[in-house]
């Protein structure tokens, strides 16, 4: 840690619009978490925004009275220097990448989504091998810090930095468990303070296993809430669609948001085929989200973090990765959901692979509370997107054709591996400028081939 009270922070992807949350949640915890240095690190394409929010974040807390020096840079090793903790929250390609992720696949009546199926596989191609690049700068400037990860696929890319690196102080985060709590509080018409939540399974793919009012068993009372239409638990980048009251009461835990992409696997391709050619897909509408974002972040007058920013899927972010904090510098043993080592927490998933579950947070990192096993009606999809994450990240490190096909066949919303093959060879090309682990291969056999 840097001198005793006093925390640096950096955070690599700063110039994101998602940053005035993460500003807003280090402000209001500034007492326990005495940030005095926050870091906003981007690339050379990010640097307008970098300097639009970086100025918003500057006011923020000129205006809140608290003294944190913001410091916008290019310059990530300078900045990793003494860091505490490290947070990412960078996307590989920009959003530019995320569009084709969403619509190549679609092309081929696949689910075309930014963590999920090929779009998924593909972002943690791109993204793994810049992770292990940042912990390797992590290793030299800042030897002891946490690395927090926000990068998506956020379980994915955890699992890879556990396996492919010998970094071992890292946490993956996500705002799904805390958004799935407060739709739950609304459903019961309560405080979320009041409500809690056994969670486990992966990330975009973790259930509720059992939820609590004050302490007392309320998931049937919360299903019924949801089957009967009263209540409905979702984010906003995923369509609100229902779900059979049938199968949800049979299956007896509540399963995530993102859970409707496999569970609903025709309905949300109809869903997202129609969006895609009426208003775009998610990331064509979260580019003009953010173009009207960075237009409010530019006002000199504007000192808090607009409301606008709720219509982006992230909320709640700040509260999970400042509560994740807090808690590891100042040793709180509380609970939070994160992405950790499974570590035998649950039964049928390796010992080594990352899960997200229900952890006691200190200043050692997560302890994962053992669940026993997965309800067997949902363990098999986990093992298999288990395998899939594995394989994908192997992928990503290797650059090996033949893995990426594996991966892509092996993902529960690919229909074929004749399929897999063309949606493969296709995102290939479509982000080969930030794939050159799958084309500078001096190998003489030519990484992509094509039929
Ligand atoms: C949810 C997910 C995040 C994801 C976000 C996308 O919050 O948990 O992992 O980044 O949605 O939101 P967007 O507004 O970019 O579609």
């Known amino acids: ?84 903790f490290v947070t990412t929250q960078f996307r590989v390609g920009l959003l530019q990448a995320r569009a084709k992720d969403e619509r190549i696949p679609l092309k081929h009546g696949v689910i075309g989504q930014e963590t999920n199926g090929p779009g998924g596989l593909f972002k943690g191609l791109r993204t793994i091998p810049v992770i292990l690049d940042i912990v390797k700068d992590m290793e030299i400037h800042c030897p002891d810090a946490w690395l927090i990860n926000f990068t998506n696929p956020a379980g994915m890319v955890t ?21 799935m709590k407060m739709g739950i509080a609304k459903a019961l018409d309560v405080e979320p303070e009041r409500v809690q939540v056994d969670f486990a399974g992966l990330n975009h793919m973790i259930y509720g296993l059992n939820i609590y009012l004050d302490g007392k068993i309320v998931t049937e009372t919360v299903i019924e809430k949801i089957t009967s239409g009263d209540s409905s638990i979702t984010m906003q980048n995923i369509s609100d669609l229902g779900w059979e009251p049938g199968f949800l009461k049979a299956l007896n835990i509540l399963p995530c948001p993102y859970h409707r992409y496999y569970y609903k696997t025709d309905e949300m391709l109809a869903e997202e085929t129609k969006d895609a050619s009426e208003k775009g897909t998610r990331a064509e509408v979260v580019q003009k989200l953010e173009t009207e974002l960075f237009e409010l972040y530019k006002d000199v007058n504007l000192s808090k973090k607009p409301e606008q920013l709720e219509q982006r899927g992230g909320a709640y972010y700040s509260d999970a990765a400042c509560n994740l904090i807090d808690s590891i510098y100042n040793d709180r043993g509380d609970v939070q959901p994160v992405n950790t080592l499974n570590r035998g927490a649950i039964g049928s998933i390796p010992n080594d692979s990352a899960v997200e579950i229900s952890s006691i947070i200190t200043k050692n990192g997560p302890k994962p509370i053992a669940i026993g096993d997965l309800p067997v009606s949902v363990r098999g999809l986990v093992q298999q997107i288990k395998s899939f994450e594995r394989v994908a990240a192997e992928a990503a490190v290797s650059g090996d054709y033949d893995k990426a096909l594996l991966a892509m066949t092996i993902n529960p919303l690919v229909p074929s591996d004749t399929v897999a093959k063309v949606i493969l060879d296709e995102m290939l090309e479509a982000h080969k400028e930030h794939l050159p682990q799958f084309f500078t291969k001096s190998a003489a056999k030519p990484q992509v081939v094509k039929n």
């Open 1 to 84: 840690m840097t001198e005793k009270n006093s925390v640096k922070i950096v955070t690599i992807g700063g110039g994101s619009s998602y940053t005035p949350e993460l500003i807003e949640g280090f402000i209001k915890r500034y007492d326990s978490l005495p940030v005095r240095e926050l870091w906003l690190v981007d690339i050379p394409e990010g640097e307008e925004k970098l300097n639009i929010v970086g100025a918003l974040a500057k006011r923020m807390v000129k205006e809140a009275g608290v003294p944190m020096e913001i410091h916008l840079t290019l310059n990530r090793q300078e900045a990793l220097k003494d860091a505490d």
């Open 159 to 179: 699992k890879a930095i556990f396996r492919h690196s010998n970094w071992k102080k890292v946490v993956g985060l996500c705002n799904v468990p805390v958004g």
